[in-house]
C-alpha cells in the first residue's frame, strides 16, 4: 500500500508522529538538514528488493502493511527469496505457542517443551520474549494479537505488586503472565510475576521498556494512532517514565539496576549500569517522545526525556565507548585524580583491565562495554546492548559501523558456529564463584555465560541492515538455518563456539523460533527495518571532548 493506513485500512490524517526531534520539542528553530539514510545505498543494492520500496521506510508507517489470511506467512511468499523448508515449520510452532485469554490471543509462552521434565516458568508468557513474535506477527500482517498483548500487560501493570510486606513502584510490568483454567468453574484468571516469584526476586527494569517499543512498532506499522492516544496507554507511558526519571542521589543519566534485571535474569556481575538497560533505556525514551501527546502531564515528561536523552546520549558515548584507541588510552590512565579536570574519571585502575581484552581488541572495530561505575569497567561484549544500541541511534554512525567491524574481525568469537554469543567471555573457575555465586546452570560457555542465544539473531539481522551490512547477517542466518530446526530450536548453545545444544536448553524455545522468522523477513523486506529502528537524532549534540562535560552552572541554551 501507498499511503499511510490505519489498521483498518483507511487513511488518517496523523501527524508523521517520527519527524518529531528534539529542537522541535523543546520549541528551538530545527536545523534545515536533510535526513540522510542511515544505511547506504551501495549496500541495500545487494538485497534483491526494489530500492524504491525503501524510499519511504522512514516514515510514520511501514510500507509493507498488509492484512494477511491467518496461518498464511507472508514471508514464504516472496518472490525473490526461495522460502527455506525451515520457514514453514517455524511459523507451525510459532502458532502453536499462542496463549488465548477469554478466546482471544494474548502472547506466546516462552517455550513448547512437552519433553522436559521441568516446567518452571517456561510455560508462561514473557514480555521480552513476546517481541520477537510480536514483530513476525506484525510483519505478516497480523497486529490484533501484539494489541491485545499491549492491553493486558497494561492492565497488569495496574496491579498492586508486593515483595514481602514491601510494595513495588506502581509503573512496574511484569516479567511474564500466565492463563489460569478453571475447568470446573470454567473461568479464566491471569497470574502476572513482577520479580516476586522470580529466581532472586528482581523486578524485571527491561519490561516497561520493551512494552514502549513495543507500542511503537505496532504503531509505526499499523499506522493506528489511537491506541498510543488511548488515556489508558498514555498513562501507562508515563507511570514507566516516572519510575526511570525519578530524581535521587544519581551523578550519573545511566539507571542503576539490580543484578538480574533484564534478559540475564540471574546473578552474572551486570548490576550497576548494564548496557543492555542502558541501551533500551535510551531507545525507550525516543519511542516515547514520538508516543507522548502534547497535553499538560504528556508535555512535562517530554521536557525531562528530552534532557535525559541529551546526557544519556553524551555519557555512553563517551565513558561506554571503547575502541583500540580508547583502551590504549585507559591503559595509560593515571588514578586519584581530584576534581573536574580529572580524565580518569571513574578512577579506573588499568591494572583491572583484563588480560582477554587487549588480544580481543581489533584494530578496526570498537563496542560499549558492559557496565561503567566507579572505578570498575566490565569490558566483557553484550550482543543485546551493542544492538539495540545501533538500533536507537544511541551509538553514532561511526561507532554503528565500528561495532559491526569488530563482529566481522571476531567472528569466531562473537558468531561462532551458531550465532550468537549473548557474552563475550565467560568468567571462570574464581571469578565465576564470585561473580555468579557458583551457579551451576551459568558455568563458562554455558547459558548467559558465554552461550549463544539463537533469538539475538533477529538484533543481529536489525542492526546489519540498519549499517548496510547484509551479507552479515545472511551468513549468520546460514549457520543458523544448519542447526536450529535439527536441535529443535534450543533456547541456547554451549561451548566457546556454541556448537552444543546448551546442558539445560529447552526444546521449541519460542523466542528462537520468532527471532530466526523476523530475521527472514527482514533481510526479505528491510522497510519492516523502520518499526524497530530510529534515525540519528539530528539535534543530539554530537561527542565533545571529556574534559568539557564538567559544569556546575545552569544547562546551556542548547541543551
Ligand atoms: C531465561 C532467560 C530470560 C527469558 C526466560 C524465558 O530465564 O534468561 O531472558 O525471558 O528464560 O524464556
Known amino acids: 500500500m501507498d499511503g499511510p493506513v490505519n489498521s483498518r485500512g483507511g487513511s488518517t490524517t496523523s501527524v508523521d508522529v517520527d519527524d518529531l526531534d528534539l529542537s522541535k520539542l523543546l520549541d528551538k528553530p530545527k536545523l534545515k538538514i536533510e535526513r540522510k539514510r542511515s544505511f547506504d545505498e551501495r549496500s541495500f543494492s545487494e538485497l534483491p528488493i526494489n530500492v524504491r520500496q525503501l524510499e519511504s521506510y522512514d516514515s510514520l508507517y511501514s510500507p509493507g502493511y498488509r492484512s494477511s489470511g491467518i496461518g498464511t506467512p507472508l514471508s514464504t511468499r516472496g518472490e525473490a527469496f526461495d522460502p527455506h523448508p525451515m520457514v514453514g515449520e517455524a511459523w507451525e510452532a510459532l502458532r502453536r505457542s499462542?496463549?488465548?485469554?477469554?478466546?482471544?490471543?494474548?502472547?506466546?509462552?516462552?517455550?513448547?517443551?512437552?519433553?522436559s521434565e521441568e516446567v518452571l516458568n517456561y510455560d508462561q508468557v514473557f514480555v521480552r520474549d513476546f517481541v520477537p513474535s510480536a514483530l513476525a506477527f506484525l510483519m505478516n500482517g497480523e497486529p490484533e494479537i501484539v494489541k491485545h498483548f499491549l492491553l493486558k500487560t497494561l492492565h497488569l501493570q495496574g496491579w498492586e505488586k508486593r515483595v514481602d510486606r514491601f510494595k513495588l513502584g506502581e509503573g512496574v510490568m511484569p516479567a511474564s503472565f500466565k492463563v489460569l483454567h478453571h475447568p470446573t468453574r470454567k473461568t479464566e484468571t491471569l497470574?502476572?510475576?513482577?520479580?516476586?516469584?522470580?529466581?532472586?526476586?528482581?523486578?524485571?527494569?527491561?519490561?516497561?521498556?520493551?512494552?514502549?517499543?513495543?507500542?511503537?512498532?505496532?504503531?509505526?506499522?499499523?499506522?493506528?494512532?489511537?491506541?498510543?492516544?488511548?488515556?489508558?496507554?498514555?498513562k501507562g507511558m508515563r507511570l514507566i517514565l516516572s519510575l526511570c526519571l525519578s530524581e535521587g542521589f544519581d551523578t550519573f543519566p545511566t539507571l542503576l539496576c539490580a543484578d538480574g534485571c533484564s534478559m540475564i535474569d540471574r546473578r552474572m556481575g551486570i548490576y550497576g549500569y548494564p548496557i543492555e538497560i542502558q541501551a533500551l533505556f535510551f531507545m525507550s525514551l525516543r519511542c516515547a517522545l514520538i508516543l507522548l501527546k502534547h497535553d499538560a502531564e504528556g508535555k512535562e515528561f517530554i521536557e525531562r526525556i528530552v534532557k535525559r536523552l541529551h546526557a544519556l546520549s553524551y555519557h555512553m558515548r563517551s565513558y561506554f565507548?571503547?575502541?583500540?584507541?580508547?583502551?590504549?588510552?585507559?591503559?595509560?590512565?593515571?588514578?586519584?585524580?581530584?576534581?573536574?579536570?580529572?580524565?580518569n574519571k571513574f578512577n579506573?585502575?588499568?591494572?583491572?583491565?583484563?588480560?582477554?581484552?587487549?588480544?580481543?581488541m581489533?584494530?578496526?572495530?570498537?563496542?560499549?562495554?558492559?557496565?561503567?561505575?566507579?572505578?570498575?569497567?566490565?569490558?566483557?561484549?553484550?550482543?543485546?546492548?551493542?544492538?539495540?544500541?545501533?538500533l536507537s541511534s544511541l551509538a553514532t554512525p561511526e561507532q554503528s559501523t565500528a561495532i559491526m567491524d569488530l563482529i566481522e574481525e571476531r567472528w569466531e568469537e562473537l558468531i561462532g558456529e551458531v550465532p550468537l554469543k549473548?557474552?563475550?567471555?565467560?568468567?571462570?573457575?574464581?571469578?565465576?564463584?564470585?561473580?555468579?555465586?557458583?551457579?551451576?546452570?551459568?558455568?563458562?560457555?554455558?547459558?548467559?555465560?558465554?552461550?549463544?542465544?539463537?533469538?539475538?539473531?533477529?538484533?543481529?539481522?536489525a542492526a546489519c541492515i540498519k549499517t548496510g551490512r547484509p551479507q552479515i547477517a545472511r551468513k549468520a542466518i546460514e549457520l543458523a538455518e544448519s542447526r536450529l530446526q535439527k536441535d529443535s530450536w534450543p533456547e541456547y548453545y554451549d561451548g566457546t563456539l556454541g556448537r552444543y545444544v546448551g546442558k539445560q536448553a529447552r526444546k521449541f524455545q519460542t523466542w528462537s523460533i520468532a527471532g530466526y522468522l523476523v530475521s527472514k523477513m527482514m533481510l526479505e523486506d528491510p522497510s519492516h527495518l523502520g518499526m524497530i529502528s530510529l534515525e540519528e537524532d539530528k539535534a543530539m549534540k554530537p561527542l565533545i571532548k571529556r574534559s568539557a562535560s564538567w559544569n556546575c552552572s545552569k544547562p546551556k541554551e542548547d541543551m
Request: charged share 20%; glycine share 8%; with cysteine.
Open 191 to 234: 497470574i502476572a510475576d513482577f520479580g516476586e516469584s522470580a529466581i532472586g526476586r528482581v523486578a524485571p527494569v527491561d519490561s516497561g521498556f520493551w512494552w514502549i517499543i513495543l507500542l511503537r512498532a505496532y504503531t509505526k506499522h499499523t499506522g493506528d494512532i489511537s491506541l498510543a492516544e488511548t488515556p489508558e496507554c498514555q
Open 362 to 390: 581489533p584494530c578496526r572495530g570498537g563496542y560499549f562495554i558492559g557496565n561503567v561505575s566507579p572505578a570498575r569497567m566490565d569490558f566483557r561484549w553484550f550482543a543485546l546492548g551493542n544492538f539495540v544500541a545501533i
Open 422 to 461: 549473548i557474552t563475550y567471555p565467560a568468567i571462570e573457575s574464581h571469578e565465576w564463584r564470585i561473580v555468579t555465586g557458583c551457579d551451576p546452570k551459568n558455568t563458562r560457555w554455558s547459558y548467559h555465560n558465554g552461550g549463544s542465544w539463537p533469538v539475538l539473531l533477529w538484533l543481529l539481522t
Open 98 to 115: 499462542l496463549v488465548y485469554f477469554k478466546g482471544m490471543p494474548v502472547g506466546t509462552i516462552a517455550a513448547y517443551d512437552h519433553a
Open 321 to 343: 565507548w571503547l575502541d583500540f584507541q580508547q583502551l590504549n588510552d585507559i591503559y595509560r590512565y593515571k588514578t586519584e585524580e581530584y576534581s573536574h579536570t580529572a580524565t
Open 348 to 360: 579506573v585502575i588499568p591494572d583491572s583491565i583484563p588480560d582477554w581484552v587487549f588480544d580481543f
